[in-house]
């Protein structure tokens, strides 16, 4: 049985008839009643190239077929173009990190992303002082060892002990503070080849903007959390006296350091010497031991220092031990205040 397709796309089925050796009665088709004369140009006349064979015009399910397969190849390519625009794939070029972070290209905008390009910047720090130890947070700003933290973290202390995120804990010593703005400049004892954090720029945040905040929140190092920039410039109030504001006083200890907003206190007693700057405020929880970490654009550079939060106490009063944790209203010192402030550090300052 054969098959043969009419124009139509339907088929149907050719029965073949037998023949017989040696004879040609049955045989179909008939055959000529001549003998065929070979093919050739007429006597006398000069031989030329034969004359080109007409082009076949495909019809019906062959015609289909053919647009299909063309059809796919053309989608097929344009696939695959997207596919190496999206991915910034490219003939197996390995992917590239954002400019001036370390976060990939393939990884930009996930907090995932950023917490795995930026907590080998951030330690935890634990200070000893006469009456007690507190646990804080840091930002790794060069290679050898020196960190941002703020003043209230280790000031008054005798002892200062770092915590990379690799697990290795190194000894520190205090390089330089400024209680105005509430920052501190540590210095590893010896260490190199650390990861030094990408600093931002703050004048460049708005409301709104996603965030990622690490640190170590009750000692639990390495902590992520997110949210948003929910307000700029707002005027916090914190203490400028050593011992004031700890982190926590060792285990059943406060849960929040004090300061102060729109002429109250907050999560304690603030002192009597104070200060006032303007920070970021944001939703990404934060709790006692973030203090002093990092808060992280999604491009992976820090915009702010964390340094506040407001706790409502167990009753749920304003001005109580804040035991209760976050309540999304934390506050960062921006980033550029610590950028210009940094030289000052540097040379040793004490105020």
């Known amino acids: 049985m054969t098959e043969s397709f009419r124009h139509s796309g339907e088929y149907h089925q050719q029965q073949s008839l037998p023949g017989h050796d040696g004879g040609t009665q049955g045989a179909y088709p008939p055959p000529p009643a001549h003998e065929p004369k070979p093919w050739g140009p007429p006597a006398g006349a000069h031989a030329g190239p034969p004359a080109a064979a007409p082009r076949r015009r495909l ?3 062959a015609a289909l077929l053919a647009a299909v397969a063309v059809a796919a190849a053309a989608v097929g390519g344009g696939t695959a173009y997207a596919v190496q625009t999206l991915t910034g794939h490219d003939g197996g070029t390995a ?3 954002v400019n001036g972070t370390s976060v990939s290209t ?4 996930t907090v995932a992303g950023v917490a795995a390009a930026v907590s080998p910047s951030i330690v935890e720090i634990n200070a000893t002082t006469g009456s007690g130890e507190s646990t804080g947070s840091g930002v790794i700003v060069t ?5 941002v933290t703020n003043n209230h973290v280790v000031s008054g202390a005798t002892s200062i002990a770092v915590r990379t995120s690799d697990g290795k804990t190194y000894q520190a010593e205090t390089v330089g503070t400024d209680s105005k703005k509430d920052l501190a400049l540590i210095k590893l004892k010896g260490a190199s080849g650390l990861k030094a954090a990408s600093l931002g720029d703050s004048d460049d945040v708005k409301v709104g903007d996603e965030v990622v905040a690490i640190g170590s929140p009750e000692g639990l190092t390495g902590t992520v959390t997110s949210g948003i920039v929910s307000a700029l410039d707002r005027d916090v109030t914190v203490s400028a006296d050593p011992g004031k504001g700890r982190e926590r006083q060792g285990p059943g200890g406060g849960g929040g350091w004090p300061f102060e907003f729109g002429g109250q206190e907050f999560n ?8 006032t700057y303007k920070a970021l405020q944001t939703d990404a929880s934060l709790n006692p031991g973030n203090s002093g970490g990092a808060l992280i654009d999604m491009n992976g550079e820090v915009i702010g220092i964390n340094s506040a939060m407001y706790a409502p106490s167990s009753g749920g009063g304003a001005g109580g031990s804040g035991d209760s ?3 999304g209203l934390g506050f960062a010192i921006p980033v550029n205040t610590v950028k210009a402030d940094l030289a000052k550090l540097r040379a040793g300052a004490a105020d």
Do not use: C, Y
């Not at 290679?143 to 960190?147: A, L, N, P």
């Open 95 to 97: 992917a590239k990190n």
């Open 59 to 61: 019809k019906g399910p």
């Open 268 to 275: 304690g007693d603030t002192g009597a010497s104070k200060t």
């Open 106 to 109: 393939g990884s930009k905008g």
């Open 325 to 327: 944790g976050s309540v």
């Open 143 to 147: 290679s050898d060892g020196e960190i």
